[in-house]
């Protein structure tokens, strides 16, 4: 048979299920595989013999070290490396590795972020191996580690991670969702998972001009520089064809992430120009979530490979688009039936409508909270723009199921759907096509996509957990209410028509099917009452909402303190990022610009002197202008420095929390825009030359 690249590599670094098959004794597997499956506890015996396994792969593969992989409340991943030796023998390396170290491990949790849920002197945290996520190799400068996936919580139980809210909303989706199916001729189903499939996007910059900008290097995005003469106005990008450079890195990203057991898919340039998406195909939201912290770390560890600099920042370019991820969310069961799959005829299909409307009721009574899922310092820079979901979360179905949902408001029942329709190129040598239901909408945060939902505002750089928690909870909360009232019903049938329609009657509010990008939305949203939530410190509140505090202790996915500690943890990050932001400026703006700055003009006036010492008729209007109007800016500039010194040390003096939170939004934020609008003017102005770091031409274009 021919040799394929990606047969020959794909999950050759997975413990998968032909490795634990080949490495571990036939009960063995199936305990495990049943602990997996069905969630049952895992005896410490079966535990020992899968860590033997686990370590005799890993060995045979040239690992050295472990590492308990987890995900803490930064949103990057973490890890602690041990190595397998034993000092059991001084004459020869004795390697060891057992159930217990594979279980369990105790990083000193004082370090990372928990908001509060423990003082530094209780810094006991514990690692939990997540068997449902299986376990890899890295293969870095390090040597080859083994990766167990693990969720991170303190000493008392609470979660200090992302992963342990997620897998506790897929168990809550479950239970509802099962309750929900028993009505319906769905018997064969045992368990649900929701199926999550996240688009990425990043920039790629060459490496040599990105080490020239300290912000790029120390906050991921540019704090200054103004767009060259061409822009992202040709539409030329997107989907354009891809350069060498790129295309070197985007082949080498795909074997390292096939390797990984990462089903990497579709590869384009985006909008804007260096910019790129990746997608893989779906997985179970546990394994996709884990898989997208890995694509993001990949990505970064490529580009280095090829002298190239890998942006996840949301905003890296003002000017261009920035990055976003979109969640491509759904609900499967173990037969294999996509639970949110329309079928031939959606209005005779109940159980889709039913499940339809309940996502439409949870995002509707949620929108605050979801969008709080997709906020961080840098998706307040792309919201609102011409160029991603704007700040109000609403609902995009299309054409053909916003016709049946009209249809049940008014008459209770729909009686036909829209037929998608053949279309005419009019071309006859060209195949006839058949057009989907409904026509995309790129304009809406969350929009139906023929048989899943995009959640489009989640942040490029950020864990898709959270997206994923929210709506897992958020539903099955929903659904939660639905069962109780189904299972109470006397007559199934007009119960369930009720339910549907009563649904799609309070919360048809949350539908929109037009141009989220226009300014009449935002009027039209606030005549709806929906909540337009416009940056990351507002939308903070929303966990100690008494709504959201309901929800998450209803379905034990959060407890009040931990979604305390996690508000305190966002007004924290908040303001530490802007925080460094600010500093950067002042750095750059003082020991870098400034100093430009006065060379340019110092030069400008030697010249003018110089012409009019050389030749006193000769007119220097056109220099002594230009002196005068840089002379003015730099004033300005160093005003604004100042001004951005001053505040910055009162916000970096204030007690933590949310108060210190809006000054950073309010006023640091203001006089980092402040200092920012003179320099970029500057940046038009002065010898190319002498300007200290790349522009955004070079970075752009010049990759
Ligand atoms: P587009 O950019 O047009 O939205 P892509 O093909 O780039 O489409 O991405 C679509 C994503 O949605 C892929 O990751 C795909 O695997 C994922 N997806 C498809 N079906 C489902 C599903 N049932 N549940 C979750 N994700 C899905
Ligand atoms: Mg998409």
């Excluded at 003082?119 to 890899?136: I, L, N, Q, V």
């Excluded at 008494?546 to 929800?551: C, H, S």
């Amino acid at each position: 048979m021919e040799k394929n690249i990606i047969a020959d590599v794909f999950g050759t670094k997975v413990f998968n299920d032909d490795v634990m098959r080949e490495y571990l004794p036939k009960k063995t597997y199936q305990g495990l595989k049943s602990t997996i499956e069905n969630g049952e506890e895992l005896s410490p015996e079966v535990a020992n013999i899968v860590a033997h396994g686990m370590k005799e792969w890993a060995l045979a593969n040239g690992a050295t070290h472990y590492t308990h992989w987890f995900q803490p409340m930064t949103g990057i991943t973490a890890e602690k490396h041990d190595s397998f030796i034993s000092a059991e023998s001084d004459s020869r390396a004795v390697l060891e590795f057992n159930g217990k170290e594979l279980i369990k491990g105790e990083p000193d949790a004082s370090s990372f972020p928990s908001g509060g849920l423990r003082a530094t002197f209780e810094a006991r945290g514990y690692t939990a191996w997540d068997c449902t996520s299986p376990a890899f190799l890295r293969e870095d400068a390090l040597g080859v580690t083994l990766c167990i996936p693990t969720a991170f919580c303190s000493y008392t139980g609470e979660a200090l991670d992302k992963k342990t809210p997620l897998l506790r909303s897929i168990e809550a989706l479950n239970t509802q969702v099962l309750r929900i199916l028993k009505h319906f001729d769905e018997k064969d189903v045992t368990k649900i998972d929701c199926s999550v499939g996240a688009e990425q996007e990043y920039f790629l910059v060459d490496r040599d001009m990105f080490m020239k900008r300290d912000d790029l290097i120390f906050t991921g995005r540019t704090l200054f520089g103004c767009m060259p003469p061409k822009g992202q106005e040709m539409e030329d990008h997107y989907f354009g064809s891809i350069r060498e450079r790129q295309a070197k890195f985007m082949n080498e990203l795909n074997i390292e992430l096939w390797k990984l057991g990462i089903l990497s898919k579709t590869q384009h340039n985006e909008v804007a120009p260096a910019q790129h998406e990746m997608a893989p195909i779906y997985d179970t939201a546990n394994i996709a979530t884990d898989h997208n912290q890995l694509v993001m770390e990949t990505m970064k560890k490529v580009a280095r490979r090829h002298n190239l600099e890998c942006l996840l920042h949301e905003k890296p370019f003002a000017g261009v688009n920035g990055s976003g991820k979109h969640n491509n969310w759904s609900i499967v069961t173990d037969t294999g039936k996509n639970l949110l799959s329309p079928g031939s005829s959606p209005h005779k299909n109940k159980q889709f409508l039913l499940f339809l409307s309940a996502v439409i009721k949870a995002v509707d009574e949620n929108a605050a909270f979801l969008r709080m899922s997709a906020s961080n310092p840098g998706n307040d820079l792309r919201f609102g723009a011409d160029e991603a979901p704007p700040s109000i979360v609403s609902i995009f179905l299309g054409e053909q199921l916003e016709d049946i949902v009209e249809q049940i408001i008014e008459n209770g029942v729909a009686t036909h759907s829209i037929k998608s329709e053949r279309m005419d190129i009019g071309v006859n040598t060209l195949p006839s096509v058949k057009k989907d239901a409904s026509d995309r909408n790129r304009t809406s945060p969350f929009a139906f996509t023929g048989n899943k939902f995009e959640f489009r505002m989640v942040a490029s750089s950020m864990s898709i957990a959270g997206a994923n928690t929210v709506l897992n909870t958020t539903v099955a909360d929903v659904l939660q209410d639905m069962a109780d009232e189904l299972d109470a019903a006397e007559d199934f049938d007009s119960a369930l028509d009720h339910l549907i329609q009563r649904t799609l009657k309070e919360h048809s509010r949350v539908i929109f099917n037009g141009n989220g990008y226009s300014e009449d939305w935002v009027e039209e949203a606030h005549r709806r009452n929906l909540p337009i939530v416009t940056n990351m410190v507002d939308a903070t509140a929303s966990f100690l909402d008494p709504k959201t505090i309901k929800i998450f202790e209803r379905q034990n996915v959060l407890s009040l303190t931990e979604l305390e500690s996690r508000a305190e943890i966002n007004y924290e990050a908040y303001s530490k990022v802007i925080n460094i932001e600010a500093k950067t400026m002042i750095e750059m703006a003082s020991k870098q610009y400034v100093p430009a700055i006065i060379k340019y003009v110092t030069k400008l006036a030697g010249s003018i002197n110089s012409i009019n010492t050389a030749c006193p008729e000769a007119n220097t209007s056109v220099q002594t202008e230009l002196l005068k109007k840089c002379s003015d800016l730099l004033a300005k500039t160093q005003n604004a420095l100042t001004t951005l010194i001053e505040v910055s040390n009162i916000g970096s003096s204030m007690p933590e929390g949310k108060e210190q939170a809006e000054y950073y939004r309010d006023t640091v934020f203001t006089a980092m825009n402040a200092l920012r609008s003179p320099i970029d003017e500057l940046e038009m102005l002065v010898d190319k030359e002498i300007w200290p770091v790349p522009s955004y031409g070079d970075m752009l274009f010049e990759v």
